[in-house]
């Protein structure tokens, strides 16, 4: 099962699996405090798509479908998170944006569940 998490709630072993979909490491953390399996940056958004959208809600349609453009020509990193999910079970998708509606994860996640987020 994949769930999604923000990288300064608390870690939790129901977790699993802890996969950071952040292209840059989160302010403030420790790698100790991360508790992280992976930092898996590739299957991030692009640097000129994270700059564009600068959290703006306003451009999360937007955001939206030009990620899963890019996710769409990354299905080999996207096979490797499906993989992930298989051999561990339990996998979590962690970010550090405060908005936890708009953000990469979000999209990544309903994604990989062939759905869309709006």
């Known amino acids: 099962m994949v769930k999604i ?15 950071l979909v952040d292209r840059i490491w ?14 898996f940056k590739e299957i991030a958004p692009s640097d000129a ?5 600068g959290h703006d809600p306003k451009r999360w349609t ?16 996207v096979r490797q998170i499906k993989k992930i999910e298989r051999e561990q079970g ?14 990469q994860a979000v999209v990544l996640f309903q994604f990989l569940k062939g759905a869309r987020t709006n």
């Open 5 to 19: 998490k923000r990288i300064y709630d608390s870690w939790d072993a129901a977790d699993g699996f802890r996969v």
């Open 90 to 103: 339990d996998i979590t998708l962690v970010y550090s944006a405060h908005d936890s509606e708009h953000n």
């Open 26 to 39: 989160p302010r403030g953390i420790s790698k100790e405090r991360a508790h992280l399996d992976l930092w």
């Open 49 to 53: 798509l994270r700059k564009w959208f």
């Open 62 to 77: 937007g955001f939206e479908t030009k990620y899963r453009k890019e996710l769409a020509k990354k299905a080999d990193l």
